[in-house]
Every structure is written in C-alpha cells, then in structure tokens.
C-alpha cells in the first residue's frame, strides 16, 4: 500500500499541531530533567517502553479483523504504567521539592549590610577551624536567596540567632542535642538548627560520610552553598550545585563563603557595575 504524505500533511488541522508541540515540550522537559538527574538511563527506558506500546497498538489497529497482538497490547499497556509509577517513586523526593518551590510563596528577603556579611563570614571561618582541629562534625548550610523551604527548617529548632563562632561551636558541640542535624544561615542568622536533609541518591567517595550525602544532596535541589567539618579527619569540604570540593584552606573557604554572599570583589563590581548603568539609563531617559 502506498502513502500519500502530501495529502496526510493538508488534512492535518490545528489540533495536530498542538498535539505536536505537547509532545515536543513533553519530551524536552523530560530530558532536561533526566540529564539534570544525570541518569538519562531512565529516560531512555521510559521512552523505550512508550515505542513498544506504540508499536503493538499500531499493529493491532492495522489487522483488527486477526485479533492479533492482543495480550501483547495489554501487556505493554501496563507495562508503560509500571515504568511511569517506578520513576516517580524513584524521584519522588525531586517531585516533591518541585511542587513546593511552585507552591510555595517565597517571603525571604535579605535586609543585611556588606559589613555584617562580611563579620558573619569572619565568624563561620572562625568556628569552622576550631571545629576541624578538635574534629568535631558540622554542617552549615548557606541559603543567601531563601531556597531552602520550610518543610526542611520545621525538621529542626527554629533560633533566629544573630550569627557566631561560639554558638555554631556549642549546637555542633557532641553532646548538644542539635548537633546531628544542620545549621541554616540566612545572612548573619541562624535561621534553624538541627534540620534534616535529604541524602544523595549518587554513589559518592566511602571516605564520605551522611553529613557529605546531605550537603550534596541540598546542593542537588537548591541553590545554596553547603560547609562541611568531617568528625573523623576534621576535612573542610564545601557544596555547591552537587559538586563537591575538599581540602578547604581557610582562605578558600572564605572565598567561597564571600561568593554565596555576593560580597565577592567580583560580584561587588557586577554590582556596581549595574548599578551605574541604572543611574545613566535614568539621567539619558527621555518621557514623551
């Protein structure tokens, strides 16, 4: 049988193209959050799994007087549902910090001075060294833009707490009963204490322990920079976007702490920067 394909393309009507571009966007959302995952194996299972379906309905529908392929359609029919229930219990957690980021109305707003950030770095810096010689074990989570929700912050004790050296030493004290979980940092605040983190899905070093799988973790779904002090070797390691650094100098650390800030040489510039553009873009305005 032959086909006509100009003739299939001049009866295709609006809703083709719809349908069209549901699929399009369906399959670039889908890959985008698979690579992002870094596990585009699932996707390539789901799609895989829809193709067979496909295929068998297509067949079936072609030589419907034979009734062939009937189980077959059935079969591959739960299949593809299978594949679909098993991703989202795979990934549940990531749907869930998807709906409450769309859900959630973010009321953090950070009033703070440069000067009091940078006091509030000199202060981590501080705790964080006298952490690592005793080696005693920290994890201090910087959300600089409020991305952390407050189903994580309910986890723990809300302070409210000017931030400093001695109090983030005495909650990560060993026999405080705060120091398992982790420190939350918003500006010079601890905004909570003793909150728990989801873990890392990924295989990570042996050397690591749960406080690194959960400074990956956050890492993974926020946009926030995680400290670590290792208990067993008193290691500095740092998070950020699911990549891990090690090894942390103070002058680093600082570094890094100054970047979450944005009190970084580099983004005071930017800043500035921008800002002089605003007021000559003001002064050259013309109103009509």
């Known amino acids: 049988m032959d086909y006509n394909f100009v003739e299939f393309a001049k009866n295709l009507g609006p809703f083709a193209a719809i349908d069209a571009l549901i699929l399009v966007v369906v399959l670039v959302v889908m890959l985008l959050f698979f690579i992002y995952k870094r596990n585009v194996k699932m996707l390539c299972i789901l799609l895989l799994g829809c193709v067979l379906e496909i295929a068998v309905q297509t067949l079936s529908a072609y030589y419907p007087e034979k009734h062939i392929l009937d189980v077959g359609k059935y079969i591959m029919h739960y299949v593809v549902i299978f594949d679909i229930v098993c991703a989202c219990v795979v990934y549940q957690n990531d749907f869930k910090n998807i709906f409450q980021k769309v859900s959630s109305q973010r009321q953090f707003d950070m009033h703070t001075s440069d000067d009091d950030l940078r006091e509030a770095t ?161 002064k050259t305005g013309r109103f009509y």
Request: charged fraction near 25%; include cysteine.
């Open 122 to 282: 000199a202060e981590i810096l501080t705790a964080c060294q006298d952490m690592s010689k005793q080696d005693v074990g920290a994890i201090i989570i910087i959300d600089s833009v409020g991305d952390i929700h407050e189903n994580i912050l309910d986890t723990g004790t809300r302070l409210g707490a000017t931030l400093s050296a001695p109090l983030l030493e005495s909650i990560f004290n060993t026999k405080a009963p705060l120091h398992d979980g982790a420190v939350i940092v918003r500006g010079n605040k601890i905004v909570a204490a003793g909150c728990f983190l989801t873990l890392t899905q990924r295989n990570v070093n042996k050397e690591m322990g749960t406080r690194h799988r959960a400074a990956i973790g956050v890492t993974e779904e926020t946009d926030v920079l995680s400290i670590v002090v290792s208990e067993e070797t008193g290691i500095i390691s740092v998070v950020k976007h699911g990549e891990i650094k090690r090894y942390m100098t103070m002058d680093k650390l600082k570094d890094e702490i100054e970047e979450a800030y944005g009190i970084s040489p580099t983004a005071i510039a930017m800043r500035e920067a921008n800002s002089h553009k605003k007021k000559k873009r003001s």
